[in-house]
């Protein structure tokens, strides 16, 4: 199930990147990129030497603020609703 999740929205976090060329869904059968209007999540470069000195904790605050809070808050719902239905079970 974990990797589902991940291969799901892997692109749908691509489409809230900054920058980039957002997503092509249904390449090969069309060229048409998807992207949200509201791009939010900044966009990582692929220099180690630039993301270590200049972009690397405006990268990093906010994939936490916009990734990985939302998926800790989803998965801490989650746990708690299942919690719930196994004690309504019993």
């Given amino acids: 199930m974990f990797v589902f999740l991940s291969c799901a929205s892997h692109g749908l976090l691509d489409m809230l990147t900054t920058a ?17 209007p509201v791009r939010v999540v900044e966009t990582s470069t692929l220099s180690i030497t630039r993301f270590l000195h200049e972009t690397g904790g405006q990268v990093l605050r906010s994939e936490l603020f916009w990734v990985w809070m939302p998926c800790l808050v989803a998965a801490l719902v989650v746990r708690w609703g299942w919690g719930k239905r196994a004690q309504y079970s019993r």
């Avoid at 980039?20 to 998807?34: A, D, I, K, L, Q």
């Fill in 20 to 36: 980039g060329r957002s997503v092509e869904y249904f390449w090969p059968f069309s060229n048409h990129r998807y992207f949200f």
